[in-house]
Protein backbone atom coordinates (compact mmCIF):
# COMPACT_ATOMS: atom_id res chain seq x y z
CA UNK A 1 0.00 0.00 0.00
CA UNK A 2 1.62 3.32 -0.72
CA UNK A 3 2.08 5.63 1.60
CA UNK A 4 -0.96 8.33 0.77
CA UNK A 5 -4.14 7.35 1.27
CA UNK A 6 -6.32 8.59 -1.71
CA UNK A 7 -10.17 7.62 -0.57
CA UNK A 8 -11.05 6.52 3.32
CA UNK A 9 -14.18 4.78 3.17
CA UNK A 10 -15.85 5.37 6.70
CA UNK A 11 -18.73 2.86 7.57
CA UNK A 12 -20.29 3.74 10.94
CA UNK A 13 -21.57 0.42 12.53
CA UNK A 14 -24.09 -1.23 15.48
CA UNK A 15 -25.04 -4.50 16.69
CA UNK A 16 -24.57 -5.46 12.98
CA UNK A 17 -26.28 -8.76 11.41
CA UNK A 18 -22.93 -10.77 10.49
CA UNK A 19 -23.39 -12.30 7.10
CA UNK A 20 -25.21 -8.64 5.32
CA UNK A 21 -21.79 -6.98 7.38
CA UNK A 22 -18.95 -9.30 6.29
CA UNK A 23 -19.88 -9.44 2.68
CA UNK A 24 -20.17 -4.98 2.50
CA UNK A 25 -16.82 -4.99 3.71
CA UNK A 26 -15.40 -7.74 1.35
CA UNK A 27 -17.10 -5.44 -1.48
CA UNK A 28 -14.39 -2.85 -0.31
CA UNK A 29 -11.61 -5.39 -0.21
CA UNK A 30 -13.00 -6.26 -3.78
CA UNK A 31 -12.77 -2.82 -4.83
CA UNK A 32 -10.33 -2.57 -8.37
CA UNK A 33 -9.29 0.71 -7.08
CA UNK A 34 -6.14 0.04 -4.66
CA UNK A 35 -5.21 3.40 -2.38
CA UNK A 36 -7.70 2.95 0.39
CA UNK A 37 -8.05 2.97 3.63
CA UNK A 38 -11.36 1.67 5.70
CA UNK A 39 -12.46 3.29 9.08
CA UNK A 40 -15.02 0.67 10.35
CA UNK A 41 -16.69 2.82 13.35
CA UNK A 42 -18.32 0.70 15.82
CA UNK A 43 -20.57 3.43 17.49
CA UNK A 44 -20.77 1.26 20.97
CA UNK A 45 -22.07 -2.05 19.69
CA UNK A 46 -21.82 -4.90 22.31
CA UNK A 47 -19.13 -6.78 23.59
CA UNK A 48 -20.61 -10.33 22.25
CA UNK A 49 -20.31 -8.19 18.36
CA UNK A 50 -16.07 -7.55 19.26
CA UNK A 51 -15.13 -11.02 17.62
CA UNK A 52 -17.16 -9.85 14.77
CA UNK A 53 -15.64 -6.50 14.03
CA UNK A 54 -12.00 -8.13 14.84
CA UNK A 55 -12.81 -11.12 11.92
CA UNK A 56 -14.33 -8.09 9.08
CA UNK A 57 -10.63 -6.24 9.93
CA UNK A 58 -8.96 -9.09 9.26
CA UNK A 59 -9.97 -8.91 5.86
CA UNK A 60 -7.24 -6.76 4.60
CA UNK A 61 -4.36 -4.82 6.34
CA UNK A 62 -5.97 -1.22 5.25
CA UNK A 63 -9.21 -1.81 7.47
CA UNK A 64 -8.66 -0.04 10.57
CA UNK A 65 -11.20 -0.47 13.68
CA UNK A 66 -12.22 2.58 15.61
CA UNK A 67 -14.60 1.72 19.01
CA UNK A 68 -17.16 4.00 20.93
CA UNK A 69 -17.62 3.67 24.36
CA UNK A 70 -21.48 4.32 24.16
CA UNK A 71 -23.97 4.46 21.52
CA UNK A 72 -23.98 8.25 20.06
CA UNK A 73 -25.63 7.76 16.55
CA UNK A 74 -24.38 7.48 12.86
CA UNK A 75 -23.83 11.28 12.47
CA UNK A 76 -21.53 11.06 15.42
CA UNK A 77 -19.61 7.54 14.55
CA UNK A 78 -18.90 9.21 10.83
CA UNK A 79 -17.40 12.14 12.64
CA UNK A 80 -15.26 10.20 14.50
CA UNK A 81 -14.31 7.98 11.14
CA UNK A 82 -13.55 11.37 8.97
CA UNK A 83 -11.96 13.40 11.54
CA UNK A 84 -9.29 10.17 11.84
CA UNK A 85 -8.84 9.54 7.77
CA UNK A 86 -6.54 10.41 6.01
CA UNK A 87 -7.59 9.90 2.24
CA UNK A 88 -7.90 13.49 -0.09
CA UNK A 89 -11.64 11.64 -0.45
CA UNK A 90 -14.21 10.29 1.64
CA UNK A 91 -16.48 7.00 0.63
CA UNK A 92 -19.54 6.62 2.19
CA UNK A 93 -20.61 3.14 2.54
CA UNK A 94 -23.50 1.34 5.10
CA UNK A 95 -23.10 -1.94 6.70
CA UNK A 96 -25.57 -4.10 4.66
CA UNK A 97 -24.90 -2.46 1.29
CA UNK A 98 -22.26 -4.06 -1.50
CA UNK A 99 -20.40 -1.89 -3.44
CA UNK A 100 -19.62 -2.79 -6.94
CA UNK A 101 -16.12 -3.09 -7.88
CA UNK A 102 -15.16 -0.49 -9.93
CA UNK A 103 -17.43 2.29 -7.61
CA UNK A 104 -13.94 3.76 -6.48
CA UNK A 105 -12.11 4.27 -9.26
CA UNK A 106 -15.00 5.23 -11.35
CA UNK A 107 -15.85 8.10 -8.50
CA UNK A 108 -12.26 8.56 -8.08
CA UNK A 109 -11.59 9.33 -11.53
CA UNK A 110 -14.98 11.89 -11.57
CA UNK A 111 -13.63 14.17 -9.25
CA UNK A 112 -10.34 14.02 -10.18
CA UNK A 113 -11.65 15.66 -13.67
CA UNK A 114 -14.63 17.63 -12.63
CA UNK A 115 -13.14 20.16 -9.73
CA UNK A 116 -16.84 21.90 -10.12
CA UNK A 117 -18.26 18.93 -7.75
CA UNK A 118 -17.58 18.53 -4.20
CA UNK A 119 -19.31 14.72 -3.65
CA UNK A 120 -20.60 12.52 -6.66
CA UNK A 121 -22.83 9.74 -5.99
CA UNK A 122 -24.28 6.85 -8.14
CA UNK A 123 -27.83 5.68 -8.77
CA UNK A 124 -28.35 2.16 -7.05
CA UNK A 125 -29.90 -1.90 -7.37
CA UNK A 126 -32.28 -2.45 -5.18
CA UNK A 127 -31.91 -5.83 -3.35
CA UNK A 128 -32.80 -8.29 -0.34
CA UNK A 129 -32.31 -11.54 0.94
CA UNK A 130 -34.20 -12.75 -2.63
CA UNK A 131 -31.71 -10.78 -5.12
CA UNK A 132 -32.18 -7.75 -6.93
CA UNK A 133 -35.70 -6.37 -7.13
CA UNK A 134 -35.44 -2.61 -8.31
CA UNK A 135 -33.69 0.19 -9.48
CA UNK A 136 -33.19 3.82 -7.63
CA UNK A 137 -32.58 6.48 -9.84
CA UNK A 138 -31.57 10.40 -9.18
CA UNK A 139 -31.11 13.09 -10.61
CA UNK A 140 -27.82 13.67 -12.71
CA UNK A 141 -26.76 17.35 -11.17
CA UNK A 142 -29.49 18.14 -8.39
CA UNK A 143 -30.49 21.21 -8.11
CA UNK A 144 -32.76 22.81 -4.86
CA UNK A 145 -36.30 21.67 -6.09
CA UNK A 146 -34.75 18.07 -5.86
CA UNK A 147 -34.51 18.37 -2.78
CA UNK A 148 -39.05 18.55 -2.22
CA UNK A 149 -39.58 14.81 -2.33
CA UNK A 150 -36.31 13.50 -0.88
CA UNK A 151 -32.64 13.37 -0.82
CA UNK A 152 -31.64 13.71 -4.73
CA UNK A 153 -28.46 11.72 -3.26
CA UNK A 154 -28.07 8.60 -2.42
CA UNK A 155 -26.27 8.30 0.70
CA UNK A 156 -23.97 5.36 1.09
CA UNK A 157 -23.18 5.67 -2.93
CA UNK A 158 -21.33 8.79 -2.06
CA UNK A 159 -17.67 9.95 -2.65
CA UNK A 160 -16.94 13.29 -0.68
CA UNK A 161 -13.95 15.59 -0.88
CA UNK A 162 -12.70 15.32 2.54
CA UNK A 163 -11.79 18.93 2.78
CA UNK A 164 -15.44 20.19 2.29
CA UNK A 165 -16.39 17.80 4.91
CA UNK A 166 -14.15 19.60 7.22
CA UNK A 167 -14.82 22.79 6.32
CA UNK A 168 -18.36 22.65 7.12
CA UNK A 169 -18.47 20.51 10.19
CA UNK A 170 -19.09 17.11 9.11
CA UNK A 171 -22.50 15.83 10.18
CA UNK A 172 -24.98 17.27 12.47
CA UNK A 173 -24.85 15.47 15.66
CA UNK A 174 -27.72 17.09 17.00
CA UNK A 175 -30.91 14.94 18.31
CA UNK A 176 -33.21 16.81 15.99
CA UNK A 177 -31.97 15.45 12.94
CA UNK A 178 -31.01 11.93 13.95
CA UNK A 179 -31.64 9.78 11.20
CA UNK A 180 -31.68 12.32 8.50
CA UNK A 181 -27.91 13.14 9.05
CA UNK A 182 -27.74 13.03 5.23
CA UNK A 183 -30.73 14.72 4.29
CA UNK A 184 -29.40 17.88 6.61
CA UNK A 185 -25.87 17.58 5.22
CA UNK A 186 -26.73 17.90 2.08
CA UNK A 187 -29.43 20.60 1.94
CA UNK A 188 -26.97 22.24 4.54
CA UNK A 189 -23.62 22.28 1.72
CA UNK A 190 -26.44 23.07 -1.13
CA UNK A 191 -26.94 26.47 0.77
CA UNK A 192 -23.61 27.01 0.62
CA UNK A 193 -22.91 26.81 -3.10
CA UNK A 194 -21.20 23.54 -2.68
CA UNK A 195 -22.95 21.21 -5.70
CA UNK A 196 -22.99 17.61 -6.28
CA UNK A 197 -23.60 14.88 -9.36
CA UNK A 198 -24.92 11.63 -9.69
CA UNK A 199 -23.04 9.12 -11.96
CA UNK A 200 -25.78 7.13 -14.00
CA UNK A 201 -24.68 3.70 -13.67
CA UNK A 202 -25.86 2.09 -10.62
CA UNK A 203 -22.14 1.35 -8.53
CA UNK A 204 -24.26 -0.03 -5.55
CA UNK A 205 -26.05 -2.91 -4.32
CA UNK A 206 -28.82 -0.86 -1.60
CA UNK A 207 -30.04 -3.17 0.89
CA UNK A 208 -33.91 -2.70 1.00
CA UNK A 209 -35.88 -5.70 2.45
CA UNK A 210 -39.86 -6.14 3.36
CA UNK A 211 -39.11 -4.60 6.82
CA UNK A 212 -37.89 -1.35 6.13
CA UNK A 213 -40.70 0.65 5.88
CA UNK A 214 -41.47 -0.67 9.48
CA UNK A 215 -38.56 0.22 11.13
CA UNK A 216 -39.18 3.81 10.40
CA UNK A 217 -40.91 5.66 13.50
CA UNK A 218 -43.55 8.58 13.29
CA UNK A 219 -41.24 10.56 15.48
CA UNK A 220 -38.59 10.38 12.67
CA UNK A 221 -41.54 11.37 10.23
CA UNK A 222 -41.67 14.58 12.41
CA UNK A 223 -38.36 15.33 12.85
CA UNK A 224 -38.03 15.16 9.26
CA UNK A 225 -41.21 17.59 8.58
CA UNK A 226 -38.66 20.05 10.57
CA UNK A 227 -35.90 19.34 8.85
CA UNK A 228 -37.93 19.59 5.73
CA UNK A 229 -39.38 23.10 6.89
CA UNK A 230 -35.96 24.80 7.91
CA UNK A 231 -33.82 22.96 4.90
CA UNK A 232 -36.29 24.60 2.53
CA UNK A 233 -35.70 27.57 3.79
CA UNK A 234 -31.98 27.85 3.58
CA UNK A 235 -32.61 26.61 -0.07
CA UNK A 236 -35.04 29.38 -0.99
CA UNK A 237 -37.77 27.04 -1.79
CA UNK A 238 -40.07 27.46 0.99
CA UNK A 239 -43.18 28.62 -0.78
CA UNK A 240 -46.61 28.58 -0.49
CA UNK A 241 -46.94 25.76 -3.07
CA UNK A 242 -43.79 23.49 -1.32
CA UNK A 243 -45.20 23.46 2.22
CA UNK A 244 -46.65 19.88 0.95
CA UNK A 245 -43.50 18.40 0.67
CA UNK A 246 -42.64 19.81 4.26
CA UNK A 247 -45.78 17.78 5.25
CA UNK A 248 -45.29 14.66 3.07
CA UNK A 249 -43.29 12.48 6.17
CA UNK A 250 -46.46 12.69 8.31
CA UNK A 251 -48.77 11.82 5.08
CA UNK A 252 -46.88 8.82 3.99
CA UNK A 253 -46.65 7.58 7.89
CA UNK A 254 -50.27 7.40 7.82
CA UNK A 255 -49.93 4.75 4.95
CA UNK A 256 -49.68 1.45 6.37
CA UNK A 257 -46.44 -0.12 5.87
CA UNK A 258 -47.16 -3.14 3.53
CA UNK A 259 -48.69 -0.94 0.62
CA UNK A 260 -45.53 1.51 0.88
CA UNK A 261 -43.50 -1.76 0.39
CA UNK A 262 -46.12 -3.13 -2.60
CA UNK A 263 -45.71 0.58 -4.61
CA UNK A 264 -41.96 0.87 -3.55
CA UNK A 265 -41.30 -2.87 -6.01
CA UNK A 266 -43.51 -1.93 -8.15
CA UNK A 267 -41.56 1.37 -9.06
CA UNK A 268 -37.98 0.10 -8.62
CA UNK A 269 -39.12 -3.27 -10.58
CA UNK A 270 -40.90 -0.87 -13.72
CA UNK A 271 -37.34 0.86 -13.77
CA UNK A 272 -35.78 -2.43 -13.86
CA UNK A 273 -37.92 -3.66 -17.07
CA UNK A 274 -37.53 -0.15 -18.68
CA UNK A 275 -33.61 -0.02 -17.75
CA UNK A 276 -33.53 3.85 -17.32
CA UNK A 277 -30.06 4.16 -16.96
CA UNK A 278 -27.79 4.62 -19.58
CA UNK A 279 -24.07 3.69 -19.39
CA UNK A 280 -22.19 7.40 -18.12
CA UNK A 281 -19.00 7.25 -20.24
CA UNK A 282 -18.11 10.57 -18.50
CA UNK A 283 -16.70 8.76 -15.35
CA UNK A 284 -15.00 5.91 -17.49
CA UNK A 285 -11.07 6.06 -17.11
CA UNK A 286 -9.07 5.83 -20.23
CA UNK A 287 -9.18 1.42 -21.12
CA UNK A 288 -11.76 0.61 -18.32
CA UNK A 289 -15.15 -0.45 -20.04
CA UNK A 290 -18.25 0.57 -18.76
CA UNK A 291 -19.96 -1.88 -16.25
CA UNK A 292 -23.33 -3.69 -16.25
CA UNK A 293 -24.21 -4.86 -12.81
CA UNK A 294 -27.09 -6.82 -13.96
Same mark, same amino acid.
Given at each position: ????? /???? $???????? *????? /????????????????????? &??????????????????????????????? /???????????????? #???????????? *?? #??? $??????????????????????? &???????? +????????????? +????????????????????????????????????? @??? *???? &???????? @?????????????????? $????? @????????? &????? *????????????? @?????????????????????????????? $???????????
Amino acid at each position: MKNKI /AVSV $VMGVHNPE *REPFL /AAVASICRQTFEDWEMLLCDD &GSGEAYRPLFEEAAAMDSRIILLHERAHCGL /AHALNHGIFRSRGRYI #ARMDADDIAEPH *RL #ARQ $VHFLDTHPVFSWVGTQALLFDSQ &GIWGLQTV +PDKPRARDFLPHS +PYIHPSVLFRRSVLLQNGGYNTARRVLQCEDYELFMR @LHS *RGYR &GCNLRTPL @LRYREDRDAYRRRSYARR $VREMH @LRRSGFRRL &GILRL *RTWPYVYKPLLVG @LVPARIQHFIRRRLGKQKIKENVWKTDTRD $VPEKQKPIRPL
